[in-house]
T-cell receptor, first 115, second 117 residues
Framework: AQSVTQPDIHITVSEGASLELRCNYSYGATPYLFWYVQSPGQGLQLLLK??????LVQGIKGFEAEFKRSQSSFNLRKPSVHWSDAAEYFC?????????????FGTGTRLLVSP | DADVTQTPRNRITKTGKRIMLECSQTKGHDRMYWYRQDPGLGLRLIYY???????NKGEISDGYSVSRQAQAKFSLSLESAIPNQTALYFC????????????????FGAGSRLTVL
């Protein structure tokens, strides 16, 4: 069965500093990979996804993620964090076929942004 | 109006009571899902539905039931609520995810916080 590990429960970053959130997955085949963000009191919103092709994917709000098959990782990055980025971030892996994947979510990383 | 609307947003109930959480969507998506979020556990899939005649159990369906009343409506019921069902519940929808993308992108509601005393 597939699994997703987000090793950092909390991360604090200064505003303007760079950010990297870690995500490792366990899955036998090429996975579908997603990053979602949850702002306080809100549902989850898709930041970006990887299906195939270029291993560096761009998302909304200036985020990007890189798929590294050799490391089974899909880390999320942003070069300069804004205070509005404070939220909880979830990595998810989907197994299945083109058209439908049952998602397994990681436990989330809460990002705090300091002034 | 939100694309995916959940009601109620907050509910406090007592052990043994029947609870229904409702979800409606204006996305026109065929697929609908119910997830449960617990601190430190992420989101776990309770049930999902591909259309009004197709209901599937997720990884934690025990103690829950669902009804797909229409393409746009998917409700989650707790027949006899217990304290360990206290959680934040999310409804989500997705389209067929076909074509080159192939990825099953979920649109989430804002969540329903349920407390069982």
């Amino acid at each position: 069965a597939q699994s997703v590990t987000q090793p950092d429960i909390h991360i604090t970053v200064s505003e303007g500093a760079s950010l990297e959130l870690r995500c490792n997955y366990s899955y036998g085949a090429t996975p579908y990979l997603f990053w979602y963000v949850q702002s306080p009191g809100q549902g989850l919103q898709l930041l970006l996804k990887y299906f195939s092709g270029d291993t560096l994917v761009q998302g909304i709000k200036g985020f990007e993620a890189e798929f590294k098959r050799s490391q089974s990782s899909f880390n999320l990055r942003k070069p300069s964090v804004h205070w509005s980025d404070a939220a909880e971030y979830f990595c998810a892996v989907g197994r299945g076929n083109t058209g439908f994947q049952k998602l397994v979510f990681g436990t989330g990383t809460r990002l705090l942004v300091s002034p | 109006d939100a694309d995916v609307t959940q009601t109620p947003r907050n509910r406090i109930t007592k052990t043994g009571k029947r609870i229904m959480l409702e979800c409606s969507q204006t996305k026109g998506h065929d697929r609908m899902y119910w997830y449960r979020q617990d601190p430190g556990l992420g989101l776990r899939l309770i049930y999902y539905s591909f259309d009004v005649k197709d209901i599937n159990k997720g990884e934690i369906s025990d103690g829950y039931s669902v009804s797909r009343q229409a393409q746009a409506k998917f409700s989650l019921s707790l027949e006899s609520a217990i304290p360990n069902q206290t959680a934040l519940y999310f409804c989500a929808t997705s389209d067929l995810g076909n074509g080159h993308s192939g990825a099953n992108v979920l649109t989430f509601g804002a969540g329903s916080r349920l407390t069982v005393l």
